[in-house]
């Protein structure tokens, strides 16, 4: 029965991560003299009426494990998810750990593998809390329950007058701990399915750690330096690798190799060209050495004569322009949205806005580059490194080593930072396929530039808006169309649903404009950039689609709020009237529209809305839902910057923002994602991005591409709105407020109006030579 009767453990299906479930199996909770276990029942089989024979039946059990105690009242949670800074396996812990009435301080995390037992396995899309808050909360009270009433045997008393709280079951004036338990319980008890929904979980007022104050679990490791990255991953006999990549991402093929250079170096082992089955990485040469710094010295000595792809003379511009091109194709995509009327509403209207917006490519540039180590075992291929999604990327690692998925193994380490980098987990592939051909464990590790050249960037974007008035000043109908490269179509197709046309979509590269504002007649398109999807790998980066939809979407409310003469914040709210679609809906969106008025309210109180602003400085506003519909944080920002008019320097002076994330599990851990994700999106909007040219990343090194510096970083004031609602993410929407902040300000501050982000100096300067630095009309301050 594997360990299972030394500890106890909680077993849960963690089944589509989307759609979190303990439905599909029952739990069996056993103990036998010294051990206690909770695991689930397979669901094709029927609950032994023998519980003894249940026990001892290995048959029975599906160690789809969620959590154990051991004899010493250690409650360890197993983690299924990625951590990268964003302390997740606390939130995770603190859900599951409020239920069962478990000590804090007697928590511990253990980041699992990528065994099938854990089901889908993907960290993104801030879903982490939302799809987990249940299927914790319910085995965490199963697993009280059980304890309550083995302890209460043990106390000789009725479970009725038990309860438990701090690892400890109370009766009176008797106690026995969790541990007590553990050590002496003998016990049997089942659940079906239909029970485990029948529990009930505690009301928001009887919750004693979610919401409350607690130290992150994964600092203490981080802070002395136990912790252990994917970059410190050893193995007996391993050899070290840094790649030569090729002139392209696609197509690229070696004609030769001279490595007679690189020979000279010491520890230098030799170089090879890998052979790709699953064409991740094609033209890859790979150069080995017996340590990192020979691998290095002796990559640059090593010469590659490639034959480029059919992409190696593609721009950013190139880029851009075959975006617009689909766009005024007109018939083209996926209608996401697709109201009637929406036509004749355009040809009726008083007053049309109509504007175009774009983005750069973005890279990740996360503090620790990617790196694998890979070797094969008896059989069994380990692949150490920290990933995000190991779902997507094992079918992948089968098809290169031609081997099934369950003869790969992937070992969980912390992520020196993800980002959506590390959702693509193709840095797996030729380190696998270097170690199949030197027949040894080998650790491959990029360089700084070479991450860069190998990332999956954000696709840069281009989107058109249109918005029409009717003669009374009322918004009759609105047109998004929005084309850039899809990293869904790209990785993972099947999670494409389709469109009301029929045509399939990126849901990750168009959410955001699906939006909550009551607009009339409403249109939007979502177009692949075929030529992005062609030259690069598209990726995800923190906010993904919205990233882009929102930085157009809130700039274009603003644009058309001034074209009709109206306040930007009166204007928003009169479009957040939260009926029909925009009501809201259960759990997850109650209250609908009405609760982005209501963070939009709060955020203008605290800014101080409408004040006079002196020269040159203004105040812009943004809202928007953070990423999903379905999943809905609502963020309000409003950006104060000043802007200097001689060197087109803006300067953000502080920000404003007012979460509405439903119940807030960890507050320390939201407020660092949030504090995070307002600095990710001011570093994109003012300082961040690159450009394609010939078919590569421009920049691939931190002297010329520049995030935002700490000398950069402004005020902030963040502030989360009360609730008991469903918890939504945190990770990534508050990125998605603040580039729209920021350009709106912008244009409060001197009057014009940027449609591009980055926003550069160059590009201030030149819009106030266009209009001779006109007067701003002042509106939000």
């Known amino acids: 029965m594997f360990k299972l009767m030394k500890h106890l453990r909680i077993g849960g299906d963690v089944g589509d991560t989307r759609l979190p479930s303990l439905g599909r199996r029952g739990f069996l909770i056993s103990a036998v003299g010294t051990g206690f276990s909770l695991t689930f029942l397979r669901a094709d089989q029927s609950f032994a ?28 949670v197993n983690i299924a998810k990625a951590e990268m800074g964003q302390h997740v396996g606390t939130a995770l812990a603190r859900i599951l750990a409020d239920e069962l009435e478990a000590r804090w301080g007697d928590v511990r995390l253990n980041y699992v593998n990528s065994d099938p037992k854990w089901g889908t396995m993907v960290t993104g899309g801030s879903w982490s809390v939302w799809q987990s808050f249940d299927a914790l909360s319910r085995a965490g009270a199963a697993g009280r329950i059980a304890l309550i009433e083995e302890g209460a045997k043990l106390l000789g008393v009725d479970p009725i007058h038990c309860v438990a709280r701090d690892s400890i079951v109370r009766a009176a004036n008797k106690t026995i701990s969790y541990a007590e338990i553990v050590g002496h ?25 979610i919401g409350n104050a607690a130290a992150a679990l994964d ?9 252990i990255y994917g970059i410190d991953a050893m193995a007996v006999g391993m050899v070290y690798a840094r790649p030569l990549i090729p002139p392209t991402r696609y197509g690229s093929k070696v004609i030769s190799i ?3 250079l690189a020979r000279n170096v010491k520890g230098y082992i030799k170089s090879i060209e890998l052979i790709d089955p699953s064409d991740t990485v094609p033209g890859w040469v790979m150069v080995f050495a017996d340590s990192f710094a020979g691998a290095i010295r002796a990559a640059d000595l090593v010469k590659v004569n490639w034959a480029a792809g059919s992409r190696a003379n593609v721009s950013e511009r190139n880029i851009l322009d075959h975006g617009t091109n689909l766009i005024n194709e007109q018939y083209g995509g996926s209608l996401v949205v697709a109201d009637d009327g929406v036509a004749l509403a355009f040809s009726n209207a008083k007053l049309i806005v109509d504007h175009t917006y774009t983005t750069s490519t973005v890279l990740h540039f996360q503090l620790e580059p990617v790196n694998a180590l890979a070797l094969e075992q008896n059989g069994v291929w380990h692949i150490h490194t920290g990933n995000q999604w190991q779902s997507l990327i094992l079918p992948v690692l089968a098809k290169a080593l031609q081997v099934s998925e369950d003869k790969i193994l992937m ?7 993800g980002f959506g980098r590390r959702l693509n987990g193709d840095y797996a592939i030729p380190a696998a396929l270097a170690a199949k051909a030197l027949g040894r464990p080998v650790k491959m590790v990029c360089t700084r530039a070479d991450d860069a050249r190998f990332d999956s960037p954000r696709s840069p974007s281009v989107q058109r808006l249109r918005l029409a008035f009717d003669q009374q000043n009322k918004v009759i109908a609105m047109q998004h169309d929005a084309c850039a490269g899809w990293p869904t179509q790209v990785m993972i197709p099947s999670f494409m649903p389709k469109g009301k046309n029929g045509v399939p979509y990126d849901p990750f590269s168009i959410s955001g404009a ?15 950039n075929d030529l992005a999807n062609n030259t690069f790998r598209p990726g995800w980066l923190r906010s993904v689609g919205p990233g882009w939809t929102n930085w157009a979407l809130e700039s274009f409310i603003d644009e058309a709020a001034i074209s009709a003469k109206l306040d930007p914040l009166a204007f928003r709210l009169s479009l957040l009237d939260a009926t029909g679609i925009n009501a809201g809906s259960v759990p997850n969106a109650v209250g609908g529209a009405s609760r982005m008025a209501n963070v939009l309210q709060r955020v203008a109180a605290n800014a101080g809305w409408g004040n006079v602003m002196p020269a040159d400085t203004g105040m812009g506003i943004a809202s928007t839902f953070g990423q999903e519909r379905d999943m809905p944080t609502w963020s309000a920002c409003i950006a104060k910057v000043k802007v200097d008019r001689l060197t087109g320097l803006v300067s953000v002076e502080k920000i404003f923002l007012v979460i509405d994330a439903g119940t807030i599990i960890h507050p320390d851990g939201a407020l660092a994602q949030a504090e995070g994700a307002v600095l990710w999106g001011l570093s994109m909007a003012l300082h961040e991005g690159t450009q394609f040219e010939h078919g590569q990343v421009r920049d691939t090194n931190l002297n010329t591409y520049t995030p935002l510096r700490m000398a950069d970083v402004p005020e902030l004031e963040i502030e989360f709105v009360t609730s008991t609602e469903a918890a939504t993410g ?9 580039g729209p902040a920021i350009g709106n300000a912008i244009f409060a501050a001197i009057g014009v109006r940027l449609r591009h982000i980055p926003i550069r100096p160059e590009e201030v300067l030149k819009a106030l030579g266009k209009i001779q630095a006109a007067p701003s009309e002042k509106l939000g301050g």
Do not use: C
């Open 185 to 209: 319980g003998n016990l049997v008890r089942q659940y079906t399915p239909e029970q485990l929904k029948a529990l009930t979980l505690k009301s928001p007022d009887q919750r004693r750690l």
């Open 49 to 76: 009426e023998d519980s003894s024979t249940a026990i001892s039946a290995t048959a029975v059990f599906d160690p789809s494990i969620w959590f154990e105690i051991n004899r010493e009242g250690i409650v360890t």
């Open 730 to 738: 945190m990770g990534e929407p508050p990125t998605t407020v603040v």
């Open 411 to 417: 070992h969980t380490y912390l992520l020196g930072g």
């Open 219 to 227: 600092i203490p490791s981080k802070t002395d330096g136990s912790a």
């Open 258 to 260: 001279d490595d007679s």
């Open 514 to 528: 699906d939006h909550w504002y009551s607009v009339g007649a409403h249109q939007v398109r979502a177009l692949s």
